[in-house]
Structure formats: structure tokens, C-alpha cells
């Protein structure tokens, strides 16, 4: 349950070099948007972009492939995406959109769906949504502390930022490797992470993820009958090589355990929210 439901599970890689250079892990993102953007499954994709400050992601609609690239690699960082949503369908007039996100903005794409207060049109035109796997997220500033006063790097200087294997990681253009454990991390977390009850992106068509999969490669959970139909079309294509998650290390089982983990810690913060005051709690959202 703690994986949500899905139909198959694999792990897998794009097999274009040019997208596996510059992506995160197996440059799943990309790849199927790039794909799915040929095909005319989706017309448009709102990623994490670049902006005029390093690091800091900006939400913008891809409609090519070039701007898929551009936004490749994790900006360890709010990319408020779903600001982008309404106006896909306006001043962009998006039929079919494509959408990245982490599991609290997958949860928000399906509530529009399903409530589309204020966001008329948005329902039906969702076609591809796409969700990472997400332990905690950190404010801007958070980031620029963890980065340049705690790994001692230029945030301008670094290649690419990872967080595995218990630790926090910045690469560097000219080949430095800096990192600090995670129990450094912590305090700069954006505080609304601590009631997230969702690891793997439960509520989108394709999840994926770097743990549970060797270095380079994605762990790709296909959720619903519209992510089967793009993930189905794509392997045809060649566009993905898979390996069955049970032939590869650590696999599903460290999966679990993280999202186990992760729901657990923050299922009791919401319960200490419950009595926080004197006689008084603090809302819950899930209630
Ligand atoms: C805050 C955060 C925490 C994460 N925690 C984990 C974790 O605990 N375990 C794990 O296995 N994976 C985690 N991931 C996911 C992982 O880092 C990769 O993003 C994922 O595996 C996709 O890699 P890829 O090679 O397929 O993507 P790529 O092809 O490199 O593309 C990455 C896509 O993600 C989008 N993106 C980048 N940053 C953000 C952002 N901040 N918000 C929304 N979209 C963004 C980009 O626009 C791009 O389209 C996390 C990601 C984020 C953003
Ligand atoms: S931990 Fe949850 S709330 Fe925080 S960014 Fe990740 S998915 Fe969103």
C-alpha cells in the first residue's frame, strides 16, 4: 500500500545518450515527454526550467525538445509547477498537457481534476502526468546554506546536486565531489513536508525515482491506463531499455522501506498536531 497501486514496475533507462548526459537518473522525465511530445500524446509539458539564478528551478511549458533538456537534472527545490496548469490551457492553448511533478503536486493535479475550483477546462485536458519519487523538499535559501556554507561550493560551480545512499551530494563543472549526511539536511527542510503521507507519487500515470535502481538507471512504476498506453507505445519505440526490478539491487524491497519510513515519521506528526495546544490542535488536512 505504501507504493500505491500500479500495474508494473521496472527498472529502466532512455537509450538516447543525449538525454542520459544531463539527466538526474535514467532520464525517464525526458525521455517519455520528448517522446510523448513526437507522438502528439501531450502538446505541451510543464518541467522545472532554468532561471537567472542557479539552481532555482522556473516552471515553463516545453514544447520542444531542446526546453525537455534544458530542464533536465533534480533542482532540489520548490518548482511551484501547477502555477502553470490554468494558463496551459489559455495563452498556450494546451490541449493535451504533459506535466512533471513531485507526489504533493501530483495530488494537486488529480484535486483539480476532480474539484476544479477555479480551474475550468484543466480537467480533461490532463494527459500525461509524470511524478518523482520525494522524501523532502528545501526553500530556496535552504538549499543555498547546504550547498555553499555546509559543502562549501559555489552554487554557480555545481554540475549536479544528489541526494542518496544517506547523504546530500554536490558535483562541481572541474570534477569536485562534496557531500554532508543527511542529519545535516534536516533542519533546512520545507516544513510542509513533515505531513506528507506519499513517497513514490501514488497519483500519477508514471512514477519514477532513483532508489531501488543501480546508478544511471530508474526505478518506473505505470500506474494508470493512460501511463500503460505512453509507457507501452515508448518501449515499442525503443526509446526505454528495462530490466525486471526483481533482477536489479537494492529493488523493491529498499523502495518499501523508505516509503514505510517516510509515511510513518509523518503520520506522527500529524497526530502530535492533533493535541499541539492546550485543549486546541492544529488542522489537518486529511480529515
Ligand atoms: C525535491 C525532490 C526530492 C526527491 N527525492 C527523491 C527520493 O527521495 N528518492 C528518489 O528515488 N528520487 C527522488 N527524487 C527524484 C529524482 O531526484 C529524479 O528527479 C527522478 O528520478 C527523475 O530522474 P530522471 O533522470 O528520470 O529525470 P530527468 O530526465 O533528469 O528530468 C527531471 C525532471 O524533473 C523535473 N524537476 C526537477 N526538479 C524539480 C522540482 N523541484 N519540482 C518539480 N519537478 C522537478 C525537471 O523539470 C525534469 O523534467 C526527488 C526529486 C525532487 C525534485
Ligand atoms: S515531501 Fe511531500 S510535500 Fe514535500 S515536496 Fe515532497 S511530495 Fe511535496
Known amino acids: 500500500m505504501v507504493l500505491g497501486n500500479y500495474k508494473s514496475v521496472v527498472a529502466a533507462r532512455s537509450t538516447d545518450n543525449e538525454i542520459l548526459k544531463g539527466a538526474q537518473d535514467g532520464g525517464i522525465v525526458t525521455q517519455l515527454f520528448a517522446y510523448a511530445l513526437e507522438e502528439g500524446i501531450i502538446d505541451g509539458a510543464i518541467v522545472a526550467g532554468p532561471s537567472d539564478e542557479p539552481w532555482k528551478p522556473e516552471p515553463v511549458i516545453a514544447t520542444t525538445k531542446a526546453e525537455l533538456l534544458a530542464a533536465r ?17 489559455r495563452s498556450y492553448g494546451l490541449d493535451r498537457i504533459g506535466i512533471v511533478g513531485t507526489p504533493c503536486q501530483m495530488q494537486a493535479v488529480r484535486k483539480a481534476q476532480l474539484y476544479p475550483i477555479g480551474m475550468r477546462d484543466v480537467p480533461d485536458k490532463i494527459a500525461l502526468a509524470i511524478g518523482i519519487f520525494c522524501m523532502e523538499n528545501f526553500p530556496y535559501q535552504s538549499l543555498e546554506a547546504m550547498v555553499e556554507d555546509h559543502c562549501n561550493v559555489k552554487l554557480e560551480s555545481v554540475k549536479k546536486l544528489d541526494i542518496g545512499k544517506g547523504k546530500f551530494w554536490a558535483y562541481t563543472e572541474r570534477g569536485a565531489v562534496a557531500q554532508i549526511p543527511l542529519k545535516v539536511t534536516h533542519k533546512y527542510e520545507q516544513p510542509g513536508c513533515h ?15 532513483s532508489v531501488g535502481a543501480p546508478d544511471g538507471w530508474s526505478t518506473v512504476f505505470v500506474r494508470t491506463q493512460n501511463g500503460e498506453n505512453a509507457w507501452g507505445k515508448a518501449i ?45 490542535g492544529l488542522r489537518n488536512p486529511y480529515i
Open 195 to 209: 505531513v506528507c503521507l506519499d513517497y513514490v507519487s501514488n497519483l500519477a500515470d508514471v512514477s519514477t525515482g
Open 236 to 280: 515499442a519505440a525503443g526509446c526505454f531499455e528495462t530490466k525486471p526490478i526483481e533482477e536489479v539491487k537494492p529493488g523493491l524491497d529498499l523502495v518499501t522501506k523508505l516509503a514505510t519510513e517516510k509515511i510513518t515519521k509523518n503520520q506522527k506528526t500529524l497526530e502530535a498536531r492533533a493535541t499541539f495546544g492546550v485543549g486546541k
Open 73 to 89: 537534472g533534480t533542482k532540489y527545490t520548490l518548482s511551484p509547477n501547477i502555477a502553470l496548469l490554468k494558463e496551459a490551457t
